[in-house]
């Protein structure tokens, strides 16, 4: 078995939210000695991935620029390569933007795949 299994990220991170009663940050763990864990989640499918499959919803709102405006700024991509991109693409045509979703559990695949369909809708409902 591997050190760090996906059974064994969701059986520690269990063992964190039962005894902090909320799912662990990156720092939240770091603080607590849990580099170990926070490194495997890291290397493995990531914060977000854990934080949808366990169903722990985020404990505050992402805010800025970017969160009022990354439909708009997927639209301009799509747009310029002709197609959704990929997280490559994301970072090559506007590193700011995929360090924002990157760091807002947003670059997850599923996430993606919504903002993907409320673009091509939102698209579909202004032409």
Partial sequence: MAKWDEEKIIHSIKEIIKESKRFPSDRYLNKIGRF???SAIRRGKGF?????????????????????NYESEFQ??????????????????????YIFLQTS???????LFHIFFKVVKFFHLVN
């Fill in 76 to 97: 301009k991509i799509i747009d310029k390569i002709g197609y959704f991109p990929s997280a490559v693409e994301l970072q090559k045509e506007n590193n700011g933007f």
């Fill in 48 to 68: 977000a991935y854990y934080r949808e499959l366990l169903n722990c919803p985020m404990s505050r709102k992402i805010g800025g620029f970017w969160a009022d």
């Fill in 105 to 111: 559990g947003l670059l997850h695949f599923k996430s």
């Fill in 36 to 38: 170990d864990l926070s």
